[in-house]
């Protein structure tokens, strides 16, 4: 089944920072719907509805504009590949953290979780990952590799973080940046670094391109946890401080907490109704902790724009210069 064919809930609309690889793009987009097809009914359905939910492909275009800012050809079998790749590791790390926040809601739609289950939506994520692994088994060379793998590795070990620190401020406080940088970053970072390392860049460019891909990741996730306390539902697709319902105490949330009059009442050592949680996120816009974790997302977003200094003008460094505006940005 085609992803693309389930992806009717609303107009797709191209961002600027994609259109000097949308032909590149399309066929990363083939290659998915050609690597999670399976004589297992049940696992194309679930890599078909994930994928038909939308999303903008972040980090496959990070893999190509990576690549074509340091001079490699886009169009090349492993490049494709490698892009194709990664959108099926960060898919397969979605399927699992919807599964583990008890999630109802992605992107606007039902998880799959919601509509088959964990154990099904468990073992999607990791048909997946073994695809991914499956489509860079056919690229040459193992530094590629070995750059996933420890972006896997970090991934992992910030989930893991992550859940030990739920419902614990101080346990937050201390670990807040060590976990987004995993869970986020490390991937973005790797996306970056392929793409040059694919082009056979150097290794200027090479740590140059992961510098703006961790700091791009980042200002995602800062901006990501904005739009739990303070972005619309109805385009979100996630209940109003539902971060904070599960243990978790974000940038925003934690720079309220320093004001004297933050309601403490409403913070509990057992998970917060989702009630209080809105409360709580309410304080949090109000008393300019929201605008304030903003400003330190532009700073970081800005620090990765100057990550690309060392490139001559281009339209894939535009895309890149855009991009890493866009991220702290974006509604959704």
């Given at each position: 089944?085609?992803a693309?064919?389930l992806?009717?809930k609303?107009?797709?609309?191209?961002p600027?920072?994609i259109?000097p690889i949308?032909?590149?793009?399309?066929r990363?987009e083939?290659?998915i719907?050609?690597?999670?097809?399976?004589?297992?009914?049940?696992?194309?359905?679930?890599s078909s509805?994930?994928?038909?939910?939308?999303?903008k492909?972040?980090r496959?275009?990070?893999?190509?504009?990576?690549a074509g800012i340091?001079?490699?050809?886009?169009?090349?079998e492993?490049?494709?590949?490698?892009?194709?790749?990664?959108?099926?590791?960060?898919?397969?790390?979605?399927?699992h953290?919807?599964v583990?926040?008890?999630?109802?809601?992605r992107?606007?739609?039902?998880?799959?979780?919601?509509?088959?289950?964990?154990?099904i939506?468990?073992?999607?994520?990791?048909?997946?990952l073994?695809?991914?692994?499956?489509?860079?088994?056919?690229?040459?060379?193992?530094?590629v590799?070995?750059?996933?793998?420890?972006?896997?590795?970090?991934?992992?070990?910030?989930?893991?973080?992550?859940?030990?620190c739920?419902?614990?401020?101080?346990?937050?406080?201390?670990?807040?940046?060590?976990?987004?940088?995993?869970?986020?970053?490390?991937?973005?970072?790797?996306?970056?670094?392929?793409?040059?390392i694919l082009?056979?860049a150097s290794?200027v460019?090479?740590?140059?391109?992961?510098?703006?891909?961790?700091?791009?990741?980042v200002a995602?996730?800062?901006?990501d946890?904005?739009?739990?306390?303070?972005?619309?539902?109805?385009?979100?697709?996630?209940?109003?401080?539902?971060d904070?319902a599960?243990?978790?105490?974000?940038?925003p949330?934690?720079?309220a907490l320093?004001?004297?009059?933050?309601p403490?009442?409403?913070?509990s050592?057992?998970?917060i109704?989702?009630?209080?949680?809105?409360r709580?996120?309410?304080?949090?816009?109000?008393?300019?902790?929201?605008?304030?974790?903003?400003?330190?997302?532009?700073k970081?977003a800005?620090?990765?724009?100057?990550?690309?200094?060392?490139?001559?003008?281009?339209?894939?460094?535009?895309?890149?210069?855009?991009?890493a505006?866009?991220?702290?940005?974006?509604e959704f």
């Amino acid at each position: 089944m085609n992803a693309s064919a389930l992806n009717t809930k609303k107009e797709v609309v191209c961002p600027k920072w994609i259109m000097p690889i949308a032909d590149a793009l399309s066929r990363v987009e083939q290659t998915i719907d050609s690597a999670t097809n399976s004589s297992v009914y049940i696992a194309s359905q679930i890599s078909s509805y994930v994928f038909a939910a939308g999303g903008k492909r972040i980090r496959p275009c990070l893999v190509l504009l990576s690549a074509g800012i340091s001079g490699g050809d886009l169009e090349a079998e492993e490049v494709i590949r490698m892009a194709a790749a990664v959108e099926l590791i960060h898919t397969a790390s979605l399927l699992h953290d919807d599964v583990i926040d008890s999630a109802v809601a992605r992107r606007g739609v039902h998880t799959a979780n919601a509509v088959w289950g964990n154990t099904i939506s468990v073992l999607g994520g990791d048909f997946l990952l073994s695809k991914a692994f499956c489509l860079l088994g056919d690229i040459a060379g193992n530094e590629v590799i070995s750059v996933l793998s420890r972006a896997a590795v970090a991934m992992t070990e910030s989930e893991l973080l992550q859940s030990i620190c739920e419902n614990d401020i101080d346990l937050w406080r201390s670990e807040y940046w060590r976990i987004i940088r995993g869970k986020t970053a490390s991937l973005m970072g790797a996306c970056c670094e392929s793409g040059a390392i694919l082009a056979r860049a150097s290794d200027v460019a090479r740590s140059a391109l992961r510098a703006y891909g961790e700091s791009l990741g980042v200002a995602f996730q800062i901006t990501d946890d904005l739009l739990d306390i303070a972005g619309d539902p109805a385009i979100t697709g996630k209940q109003i401080g539902s971060d904070l319902a599960n243990g978790k105490f974000t940038l925003p949330v934690l720079l309220a907490l320093k004001r004297k009059d933050f309601p403490r009442e409403l913070l509990s050592k057992d998970r917060i109704p989702i009630e209080q949680a809105r409360r709580i996120a309410e304080f949090v816009v109000q008393c300019g902790a929201v605008a304030e974790a903003k400003q330190v997302a532009e700073k970081i977003a800005a620090q990765a724009r100057g990550a690309l200094n060392i490139f001559e003008q281009s339209p894939y460094k535009c895309a890149l210069e855009i991009l890493a505006s866009s991220v702290v940005a974006r509604e959704f």
